[in-house]
């Protein structure tokens, strides 16, 4: 076997057409040894020659993809100090782009004897070990041109590759629970006719499975402990050839595109999966310990935990930075993604202590040019020290709102002195974005996500039932801000019944009709129930996939509906936020503010009125000749005028369209207590000076006919 001097760059295996690079970086390494494997688990193991800027590297002729290799790092054994290097542990490339095989989670994987943390375990641990796979770069992507949509014109679905298609009847039977699945027709004429512009998947990063829920006979569902940057995880693969998952991934994002659908990956390069200090030694651990972790001052044997896992990254080192951008940058340049959703992103903001918006991981994804110019997606939180940083992270990037989630909860289960929350809420959340010189759209709105409960388990239990995690039910969030409209779980009672169906008909519409970007939960549209357990995280079964034979036919005619809503109205998808100023109307009558929050009586929201714990009702005037945008030609943009009424109370109430507007007729476009927009030809107007009715806990959105 021929053995060139290769490259330091790119990191990880690359392969030309002719043969492959492989290169690793590692500071304290002494000798690095690349272990090439056949079909038959034999080794054959190859110095690498060459170090260079602390990269251990060489070029093989004739290794082409398919090939499985790890690495075997000689260095110093000195966990007090940091150092945990150990060549009898087989190792995975930071920078592999395919990873097969499973983990098998017996002693040899573990650099120490199992109840004896200090001690130095040598057994072998290749025969336990997936292994990297070298993989062709080559691919036909046609004409493929990412969507490129504007943040104001998204609706995104959150969706688990398996639980969005294990159980579609219309799938066949490979496909379900693959990127093959999400990929296939069925899938995508559902997005589009719920609206979706764009699919955000949890983790598809390649992950390992815990082995202390293996022990329960569960697994990591949601695959939030990954191993590798640049590999999407091959469980969700149809393809049963080392490296198909490459290819496989990627023919799904080309049909998306040409569909007009972008591709969101949920990301988590806070943590690893190797866990704290008792946990294996598979990849960055024994690589270069120091370099990739965050490690106790006080005593480096122990890890820094930011994310409740057990380790954090370690954003200060430039070499994990460096790993972080590069795993960026390929899912842009390479698989074509159009965004990302950083999971805890806050952690990854601490290049010291604290959480700082001016760390170098911000500055590198400004100046980049090509990460700075998708979505970006911040989970806004971690579990450390001041972790919860919702509207302070920098102006390019949007930001889960978890505020939204909450406030809008609780309006609609009837908690006390919401209504000024609602409203700033509702209207963008300038409160916490406007001063950083973001828009509206740096808010991602969601009621629910994976992580809680379901939206039909939101209007169906007050408590969390996760006994079947097998944690005592001590697991999840215990304060859900749910309400079970009066009994908890399962109902046969028609009015139970009937205001569940409202109340997620109101958290729908609440939804798509606030200023921001709205974010739904797969599965939500359909009715989705997860039987009260809020934490699936381990649960790969019929508990948290999608039952498409149970869908909801109602509701999700009601949500293409208020989506169509959203989409032809730009009143819902306004680029900057209201200001209150008066603007002139077209055709006669006084000028009026582009935004006015009314009592039920039609008279303005006061001071005092704000302040009362005891409201439940209040209606926001749109005014549709005050939208200051534009649209992509320059043309200034106008709209219909609206107004949305909101009732949390448990009595009908009459609501007045303001004095200024009574000469106005009013059309019901929406109205939650019917299950459905109507059809303009199949509703009367509402005539000058008349009142409109709305129900309990019901939402009603009136459309201006003019005067």
Same mark, same amino acid.
């Given at each position: 076997m021929q053995i060139w001097p290769g490259t330091a760059y790119p990191l990880g295996a690359t392969y030309d057409g002719s043969g492959t690079n492989f290169a690793l970086f590692s500071e304290v390494a002494s000798r690095v040894e690349l272990c090439l494997f056949d079909t038959d688990g034999a080794e054959t193991r190859?110095?690498?020659?060459?170090?260079?800027?602390?990269?251990?590297?060489a070029f093989i002729p004739g290794i082409e993809p398919g090939q499985l290799y790890g690495y075997r790092v000689h260095g110093p054994h000195a966990p007090e100090h940091g150092q945990r290097c150990n060549p009898n542990k087989l190792l995975l490339d930071p920078y592999a782009k395919a990873i097969d095989g499973h983990f098998h989670w017996d002693q040899p994987l573990f650099g120490y004897n199992f109840g004896d943390p200090d001690s130095r375990n040598d057994d072998d641990s290749a025969a336990h070990m997936p292994k990297s796979v070298v993989i062709s770069p080559f691919f036909d992507w046609g004409v493929d041109r990412p969507p490129k949509r504007q943040y104001a014109d998204t609706v995104i679905y959150e969706a688990h590759v398996k639980g969005l298609t294990q159980r579609h009847p219309d799938l066949p039977e490979e496909m379900r629970g693959t990127y093959a699945g999400v990929a296939h027709p069925v899938i995508i004429e559902h997005l589009q006719s719920m609206g979706v512009t764009a699919i955000e998947l949890m983790p598809v990063h390649h992950f390992a499975n815990d082995a202390i829920l293996l022990d329960r006979g569960l697994t990591n569902y949601w695959g939030y402990n990954t191993i590798g940057f640049l590999a999407p995880d091959s469980k969700y693969s149809s393809s049963r050839t080392p490296g198909g998952q490459v290819q496989e991934f990627k023919a799904m994002v080309r049909a998306l595109h040409a569909a007009d659908i972008e591709v969101i990956l949920d990301v988590v390069y806070n943590h690893t999966a190797e866990g704290n200090h008792l946990g294996p030694t598979v990849s960055f651990r024994g690589i270069d310990n120091a370099a990739y972790y965050r490690l106790e001052e006080s005593d480096q044997r122990y890890y820094t935990?930011?994310?409740?896992?057990?380790?954090?990254?370690?954003?200060?080192?430039?070499?994990?930075?460096?790993?972080?951008?590069?795993?960026?940058?390929?899912?842009?340049?390479?698989?074509?993604?159009?965004?990302?959703?950083?999971d805890l992103a806050a952690t990854l903001a601490r290049e010291f202590y604290d959480?700082?918006?001016?760390?170098?991981?911000?500055?590198?994804?400004?100046?980049?040019?090509?990460?700075?110019?998708?979505?970006?997606i911040a989970?806004?939180?971690?579990?450390?020290? @001041?972790?919860? /940083?919702? #509207? =302070?992270f920098?102006?390019?990037?949007?930001?889960?709102?978890?505020?939204?989630? %909450?406030?809008?909860?609780d309006f609609w289960r009837g908690e006390p002195a919401t209504i000024g929350e609602f409203a700033a809420r509702l209207t963008g959340s300038a409160d916490l974005y406007e001063h950083s010189a973001r828009r509206p759209v740096a808010s991602i709105n969601?009621?629910?996500?994976?992580?809680?409960?379901?939206?039909?388990?939101l209007v169906s239990y007050n408590e969390k039932h996760n006994e079947a995690n097998g944690e005592d039910n001590?697991?999840?969030?215990?304060?859900?801000?749910?309400?079970?409209?009066?009994?908890?779980?399962?109902?046969?009672?028609?009015?139970?019944?009937e205001l569940r169906a409202r109340q997620q008909r109101n958290f729908l519409a609440t939804l798509f009709l606030s200023q921001g970007v709205p974010m739904?939960?797969?599965?939500?549209?359909? @009715?989705?129930? /997860?039987? #009260? =357990?809020?934490?699936?995280?381990?649960?790969?079964?019929?508990?948290?996939?999608? %039952?498409?034979?149970?869908?909801?036919?109602d509701l999700m005619a009601f949500t293409r509906a208020v989506t169509q809503l959203r989409r032809d109205h730009p009143m819902f998808r306004r680029r900057r936020f209201f200001d209150g100023r008066p603007v002139k109307r077209q055709g006669e009558g006084a000028p009026l503010p582009d935004i006015a929050w009314l009592r039920p009586d039609g008279s303005e929201m006061t001071e005092d009125d704000w302040g009362a714990g005891f409201g439940r009702a209040v209606a926001v005037f749109l005014n549709g000749d005050a939208i200051p945008d534009t649209d992509d030609r320059g043309s200034r943009v106008s709209d219909d005028s609206f107004i949305l009424c909101f009732s949390a109370h448990h009595e009908p109430i009459e609501f007045t369209p303001p004095p200024e507007l009574e000469h106005s007729s009013w059309q019901v476009v929406l109205d939650t207590a019917l299950s459905g927009v109507e059809e303009e030809a199949d509703v009367k107007p509402i005539l000058p000076g008349a009142t409109v009715t709305v129900q309990p806990r019901t939402m009603v959105v009136l459309r201006s006919l003019g005067e």
């Open positions: 190859i110095d690498l020659p060459e170090v260079d800027g602390l990269v251990w590297h935990d930011y994310t409740g896992t057990g380790n954090s990254l370690n954003v200060r080192h430039p070499h994990s930075l460096q790993l972080i951008m590069d795993s960026l940058r390929y899912w842009v340049t390479e698989m074509h993604v159009d965004g990302f959703r950083f959480v700082d918006r001016l760390s170098s991981f911000f500055e590198l994804v400004q100046q980049d040019p090509t990460v700075s110019q998708v979505k970006l989970e806004p939180w971690d579990i450390g020290p @001041g972790g919860y /940083q919702v #509207g =302070n920098p102006p390019q990037w949007t930001e889960w709102n978890g505020k939204y989630r %909450d406030t809008v909860r969601f009621v629910t996500a994976h992580d809680g409960f379901t939206l039909r388990d001590n697991d999840g969030e215990s304060h859900n801000r749910s309400w079970n409209c009066g009994v908890e779980g399962p109902s046969d009672d028609p009015e139970i019944l739904i939960c797969h599965g939500d549209e359909l @009715g989705r129930t /997860q039987h #009260g =357990n809020n934490n699936g995280y381990c649960q790969d079964n019929e508990l948290t996939w999608i %039952d498409w034979e149970a869908a909801d036919a």
